[in-house]
Each structure stands twice: as C-alpha cells, then as structure tokens.
C-alpha cells in the first residue's frame, strides 16, 4: 500500500487567476503520475475553497480559491485533506463552511475543521484497498479560530504536553487509532522558516507516535525539514510548500520540496520514497540533474541529524528511507 503525501497547496491569488485559462491538471505539473501510482493521497489545503465571503479584518494575506477548482484536487486524486491551517478562515465563516460542502460533495474527505469542535475534532475515515485509513488534524497556529462547543473553527491544539488541549488531543489519537489500521496525525505547526525541528516539535512528535499515530504528517514551515523514525513510526516534522505564487527566498528555498511516498504493509510503515520537486510557474515539476541531487543531499543531513539514514538513488530520481522490515 502506497500512501502519498504533498504539504501546503495553495491555490489561491496568482494560482487562481492561472486556472481562469489553465486545466485543473495545471498545477500539479509532471508529478501527476506519482500520484496516480499511489493508493491513497493526502495534502495540507492552504487555502479556502470558495467564492462566499469577505477578507479576514486584520490578516496581512488572504488565500482563496473559485469553488470549481475543487477540480485541481479530484486531478490529482486527492482523497483527504487537512483543513487545521492558518488560512482556511482567510475569508470568514461562510467561506468555511462553503468549502466543507465542497469537499463533501467531491468525495474529498477532510479533517481538522467543523461547524463546532465535535466536527473539528473527528478523525476522517476512508478506506485504501483492505486498509481502515484514519486522518486527524490540528493546527497550533490562530488560537482565535478555535472551534469550541458552539462556535465553528478549527482543531487548535498547543503543542505542549503541559497544555489539557494537548492531553485531549492525544486521548483523540489513542480512540482514532482503535478504529483504524492506519492513523495519519496531520500537524500544522510552528514558525515558517527553519530547517531544524523545534524541540517542543519532537517531545510531541514522539508522544503522537506513543499514542497510535502510524505517520505524522508535519507542515506549516515554507521549507522541508529532516524526518525521523522513532519506534518504527515516520514523523516527517515539515514537508514544506508544494503549489504556490510565493517570493523564493535564494537561501531557504522554500520552492524546493518532494512528494512524500509511504509504503505501508499490513499497517506498519516499512519505507518512504521522497521524490524532489520545485515550484515553477504556480505548479509543482519533478526536480532532476543537479538540483534533484542538491534538494536530496539536503534531506540527507537533515535526516542524519535525526538519526534517519536516507538514500539517494539518482538513476530513479528518488530518495529512499527504510523504516522497519
């Protein structure tokens, strides 16, 4: 079983106006086979579905897409997406709750969002093949988009163990995971820029795993960061930003990213196949030739400062990370 998973999609401002003459296959560029070659696909949605409400008071950057490019996603195969960002509520509540009949209607299934916390707190559940998939998400960014009993939001959770928000969330884990044979723990978490983990990042990294996350799935920072394997179980703590109309910072190089490749057998992770991949005219291309080589190097170290030992195989383009088997 093939897992695939992308970090943040942005499909708003400059990628929105490209898709006014472009087809919904536009921004995926030439890694459209690598998803069409998994079982089950999985994205950060850094942006609001819709063509309902007005911009947040007060936020710098707004994101929103037309509500036909739900199509971009049904291109791709997308099957779950994480909703706990810091721009789903870029356009208020109506934008929200228009994106969550979107998705719905286009069989996306979502996570981390809801009409109150008990919505905002439910696991996505789907199936890959003989596989329960279970997907639960939260964010640590916007605390005053928190879903609460009467009020729609997001799945807002601290990350510190300290917190009783952060204690309910693992409770969450511990009751996702006996209804699935493989739980997916979606973090949008911590600051934009830097390539190491922050240290809250791996004490609750590590506490998700203890709890019954299989995979936990890391965004929120523009740029990728190293992975680790803690009791057989792959943390990737940021898989960077994967479509978007952003600034390329020459140093961070936040347009630099891979598609995360996550084999699965009889619900345990054996291997990751990290697949490098750039930013170029508002869609995703594979990275080759030298720059392929450079993005996995980088990975390389980053995951040896981890622990994680990664392989680069440059007559496949691909970089391979053995978990367990």
Not at 87 to 93: G, N, R, S, V
Not at 125 to 144: H, Q, V
Not at 166 to 180: D, M, N, S, T
Request: charged fraction near 25%; hydrophobic fraction near 45%; include cysteine.
């Amino acid at each position: 079983m093939r897992l695939l998973f992308v970090g943040d999609v942005m499909l708003g401002r400059l990628v929105n106006e490209a898709l006014h003459e472009r087809p919904p296959s536009y921004p995926w560029g030439d890694t459209l086979p690598l998803f069409r070659a998994a079982d089950f696909r999985i994205c950060n949605l850094e942006c609001v579905i819709s063509d309902l409400g007005q911009p947040w008071r007060g936020k710098y950057f707004h994101f929103r897409s037309d509500a036909k490019n739900v199509e971009v996603l049904k291109a791709a195969g997308i099957d779950c997406v994480s909703v706990a960002n810091n721009h789903t509520l870029d356009f208020e509540y109506e934008a929200m709750l228009e994106e969550f009949k979107i998705l719905d209607q286009a069989g996306v299934c979502r996570a981390g969002g809801g009409e109150n916390w008990q919505q905002a707190s439910q696991p996505a559940l789907a199936r890959a093949g003989d596989l329960r998939i279970a997907l639960l998400a939260f964010t640590d960014n916007e605390p005053g988009w928190a879903a609460a009993e009467d009020k729609p939001g997001l799945l807002y959770v601290p990350v510190n163990l300290a917190d009783r928000r952060a204690q309910e969330f693992l409770r969450l884990v511990r009751e996702a995971r006996a209804e699935a044979d493989v739980l997916v723990v979606s973090a949008h978490w911590g600051p934009n820029w830097g390539y190491d983990p922050p240290e809250q990042h791996k004490v609750f990294g590590r506490a998700l795993v203890d709890a019954g996350a299989e995979i936990v799935f890391g965004h929120s920072a523009h740029v990728f960061r190293g992975m680790e394997v803690y009791n057989d179980r792959a943390i990737l703590y940021s898989t960077g930003n994967f479509i978007d109309d952003y600034a390329v910072d020459e140093v961070e190089r936040n347009d630099q990213s891979f598609v995360f490749v996550v084999e699965v057998e009889q619900g345990r992770t054996r291997r990751l196949e990290l697949y490098p991949t750039v930013i170029r005219n508002f869609q995703a291309r594979r990275a080759s030739g030298f720059e392929a080589g450079e993005i996995a190097k980088k990975m390389q170290r980053l995951c040896a400062a981890l622990d994680a030992k990664a392989s680069w195989r440059a007559e496949k383009g691909v970089l391979e990370i053995r978990v367990s088997g």
